[in-house]
């Protein structure tokens, strides 16, 4: 069974900036896309920024130019540098990542179980 396991989640002061990993464990054949979407309370889930397997990315509006998305193929990580965070970044930040398994064989999605991210004021 593939699992994502994300870490580096916390409480910043707005202007702060914080960093999260996740990291892909499982019998993986490859990685393919990778992304990071965050849930705000009362709100849908959006994304945030995605990246292939040849380093394509792509972020949403509100982050762009703050945010920057990498992955290590080697460690089948990802990583989310966040920067000048502002409050309205507040929210649960899940990794996601479409991986071709092993067994069974197959292209699927899978989901970490999330992690806090608070910015104060």
């Known amino acids: 069974q593939v699992q994502l396991v994300e870490s580096g989640g916390g409480l910043v002061q707005a202007g702060g900036s914080l960093r999260l990993s996740c990291a892909a464990s499982?019998?993986?054949?490859?990685?393919?896309?990778m992304g990071w979407y965050r849930q705000a309370p009362g709100k849908q889930r959006e994304l945030v920024a995605t990246i292939t397997s040849s380093g394509f990315t792509r972020y949403a509006d509100s982050v762009k130019g703050r945010f920057t998305i990498s992955r290590d193929n080697a460690k089948n990580t990802e990583y989310l540098q966040m920067n000048n965070l502002k409050p309205e970044d507040t929210a649960l930040y899940y990794c996601?990542?479409?991986?071709?398994?092993?067994?069974?064989?197959?292209?699927?999605?899978?989901w970490g179980q999330g992690t806090q991210v608070t910015v104060s004021s």
């Open positions: 996601n990542a479409d991986v071709t398994v092993r067994v069974p064989f197959g292209q699927y999605a899978y």
């Open positions: 499982g019998p993986i054949l490859n990685i393919n896309a």
